[in-house]
């Protein structure tokens, strides 16, 4: 190259490039991608573990993360099922409802045993709806669920107890309800029951805590004609 007059140009070393530095953003985060804050357990749950308390139940001490929904609906069908099995009996085949409850709880229990957990041993009575409700974790495998179970009792039309029988099972898994109706038996008005039923996870699966289960009203200890008397 030469200049105007005709005189050559020194030739010059381009600069050197710079190297291109990122690009910071001015917005670091973006609000959505934030992480939500962390709940703290709150009044209500504070008010649920009071009354427990007041109530005297024994796991009513601390709180404890809640399970999955899944599990925490396993749990609650499984309570549902155990108050209705709880609250029925039937004095001519007692050892009907140490059957029925046997599966709810973690072996080995002797079925007599269960039979009689809950019950005096006369009368008859029969569960026929449960509504779970409120699941409260108590522990990482312990849930304390709420159920409301509606019960027909029944009132005695002869003089004399009914002979003690034994049915038979013809399903795996009997049911503690005695059936509907008996001519030795009148039903009567039903009633609502509402328990709290402590379970607790076993090798994945859910038993019932039974010698915890709160059941209001109390049940009744005095039986004749096989109902409360007034």
């Known amino acids: 190259m030469t200049s105007d007059s005709g005189a050559p140009r020194?030739?010059?070393r381009p600069p050197t490039a710079r190297r291109a530095r990122p690009r910071t953003s001015e917005h670091p985060g973006s609000p959505h991608l934030r992480p939500a804050p962390q709940a703290g357990p709150g009044p209500a749950a504070d008010r649920t573990r009071a009354d427990l308390a007041a109530l005297g139940h024994p796991h009513a001490a601390s709180a404890a993360p809640a399970a999955l929904p899944a599990r925490r609906a396993d749990?609650?069908?499984?309570?549902?099922?155990f108050g209705v099995d709880f609250l029925s009996w039937d004095e001519s085949d007692p050892g009907r409802r140490g059957r029925a409850l046997a599966p709810y709880v973690a072996q080995p229990v002797r079925e007599e045993r269960l039979a009689a957990t809950?019950?005096?041993?006369?009368?008859?009575?029969?569960?026929?709806?449960?509504?779970?409700?409120?699941?409260?974790a108590l522990a990482e495998d312990r849930l304390l669920v709420h159920v409301r179970v509606r019960v027909t009792p029944f009132r005695r039309l002869t003089m004399t107890p009914t002979c003690v029988r034994r049915s038979t099972d013809v399903l795996p898994y009997p049911a503690a309800a005695p059936s509907p109706s008996d001519p030795e038996w009148v039903g009567?008005?039903?009633?609502?029951?509402?328990?709290?039923?402590p379970v607790r996870e076993i090798t994945d699966q859910w038993r019932v805590d039974i010698g915890a289960v709160i059941v209001v009203p109390p049940l009744p200890t005095d039986v004749r004609d096989g109902v409360v008397p007034p």
């Open 10 to 12: 020194p030739w010059r």
């Open 188 to 197: 009567l008005d039903s009633y609502w029951y509402e328990l709290l039923v």
């Open 118 to 136: 809950g019950w005096s041993g006369s009368g008859r009575q029969r569960g026929e709806l449960a509504l779970p409700g409120a699941v409260i």
């Open 75 to 81: 749990a609650g069908a499984l309570a549902a099922a």
